[in-house]
């Protein structure tokens, strides 16, 4: 059975190598074999990176907002608070049995909706630093894409 999953897997890797464009702008990043030790072969497939990502992003102080820029031209502004309430860590959001600590009527300090920095996560979204340290949630392209109207 195994033997006969990597025999479709390397067939799966030859047919996708046939519709990416290396030169077109939306595929070159994508790693085709990531790791191939002659038992595991892993790859990306068709549709799993078919989403848009941001390519720039800026923390606009005076007005409180995190601006993005995306790989199609779009840019969405997010606001401080509402960003840090859709935070989705397990602290905040819940997990498991665990409610979480935030809902509609939780009260932020100023501190805590001070966005410090922003760092990428992989490929697929950006974790905010806070002003009171919170740096746990990550926020995925697809959701703020969501989030701004874009999807």
Not at 73 to 78: A, F, I, M, P, R
Not at 98 to 115: A, H, I, P, R, W
Request: charged residues 30%; glycine residues 8%; proline residues 3%.
């Amino acid at each position: 059975m195994r033997a006969e999953i990597d025999r479709q897997l390397i067939a799966r890797v030859s047919r996708l190598g046939e519709v990416l464009d290396r030169q077109d702008a939306s595929d070159p990043h994508l790693d085709l074999l990531e790791v191939f030790d002659g038992r595991h072969l892993r790859i990306i497939g068709r549709v799993s990176d078919v989403f848009h990502r941001a390519t720039d992003w800026e923390i606009v102080a005076p007005t409180r907002v995190l601006r993005v820029t995306w790989d199609d031209g779009n840019v969405s502004e997010y606001a401080w608070e509402p960003l840090r309430r859709a935070c989705m860590c397990a602290y905040c959001h819940g997990e498991g049995a665990y409610k979480g600590e935030v809902n509609e009527d939780t009260t932020f300090t100023d501190e805590q909706t001070t966005l410090k920095e922003v760092f990428p996560v992989g490929r697929y979204g950006l974790t905010p630093s806070w002003g009171d340290g919170h740096d746990t949630g990550i926020y995925t392209f697809k959701m703020l894409r969501r989030a701004s109207g874009l999807e």
